[in-house]
């Protein structure tokens, strides 16, 4: 079992900067490719970024592309997002999502994720 806790939420202007976090237990990460989703109030989820067990294949959002890093320290048991330029359109919950995931890529949707974290709000003033 992994349990997964996301931090590093906010409020933020237009144009700022966040890096979420999340932190895993119960397993070591190593070998998990892990995800970040967003979920906007009366909208679906939506697939922000993932990244591969190894970290050598990374994957984004057209719309955050450019803008937001995915990156992980296995050591440390935990994946970073960080998030530059931000827009009000970034405001949503925030989730990472892990599966067991040996493969040389990381799945893109949510189905293919087995365990959750909770989520942590990010929130961007214009």
């Known amino acids: 079992q992994v349990q997964l806790v996301e931090s590093g939420g906010g409020l933020v202007q237009a144009g700022g900067s966040l890096r979420l976090s999340c932190t895993a237990s119960?397993?070591?990460?190593?070998?998990?490719?892990v995800g970040w989703f967003r979920q906007a109030p009366e909208k679906e989820r939506d697939f922000v970024t993932s990244?591969?067990?190894?970290?050598?294949?990374?994957y984004y959002a057209a719309s955050v592309k450019g803008r937001f890093t995915i990156s992980r320290d296995n050591a440390k048991n935990t994946i970073y997002l960080q998030m530059n330029s931000l827009k009000p359109e970034d405001t949503a919950v925030y989730y990472c999502?892990?599966?067991?995931?040996?493969?040389?890529?990381?799945?893109?949707?949510?189905?293919?994720?087995?365990?959750w974290g909770q989520g942590t709000q990010v929130t961007v003033s214009s």
């Open positions: 999502a892990a599966v067991y995931f040996l493969s040389q890529r990381a799945p893109t949707r949510g189905h293919e994720y087995r365990y």
């Open positions: 990244i591969s067990w190894s970290g050598g294949a990374t």
């Open positions: 119960g397993r070591t990460l190593s070998s998990y490719a």
